[in-house]
């Protein structure tokens, strides 16, 4: 493999996944976890993805800005968002995860709304404060400076304290019959409590992340009660999904 496509294979899965490992890259082109790294440290160089300890990042992942710059698929993303966004009503009590496409359903909830919103990721958080009459409570813990989110025990002892109307989730990939995984453990603890903190859950994921799994598990794919993506509900490529108790959005 020519190394001009291995670093398109490798960018076009930092982009969709937010984050990788060099490990997985190697395994998955076959190739040395030497050559992938100085073809992360080129890219990066390139300021194409940030390189990380272990692997890498997607630029529009690691560096928040007032406005969407470098967010992947921002069109889809931005569709998911405004799906999402009819769940929230006047008074609601809600919790945002972390990622690029929970961020635009942040910037998509209208400034005079009135709510109360837990987070424990930077980005959404400071996004919201830009809007008066929404309440931000941010779920601290140990933050991960990669990710820009609080994570481990006392970010789930707290989320334990809690209860919401809808718990908005992002994932890194989903699948029919493996359900939603990861590959950050600590990532899953999280998931796992915000969904046990939500009266119901809803999944924002983008097409591209459909069929997809990774080593550690967050959930069978009945325990998200909506699944939101930027296609149509009736598209054939959400058929595998309709025999779950799952509604599809």
Sequence with gaps: ???????RNILNEVVLHNRVLLTDIAENLNVSIDTVRRDVKELDAEGKLKKVHGGAIALGFTNYTPKNV??????????IAEKAVRFIK??????????TTCLELARAIPSKMQLTCFTHSLPVALELLN????????VGGQLSKDAQMAIGASTVYNLSQIKVDYGFIGTGYVDSAFGLTEFDWDIVQVKKAVMDASKKTVLLCISEKLNSQHRYKTCDINAVNIMITELNPENKQLDSFRNHDIHLL
Excluded: H, P, W
């Excluded at 809007?131 to 941010?138: C, L, P, Q, S």
């Design 1 to 7: 493999m020519l190394k001009e496509e291995r670093q």
């Design 70 to 79: 470098n967010t992947y698929a921002l069109e889809e993303k931005s569709a």
């Design 90 to 99: 006047e008074g609601s009590v809600i919790f945002i995860d972390g990622g």
């Design 131 to 138: 809007k008066a009459n929404i309440e931000v409570i941010f």
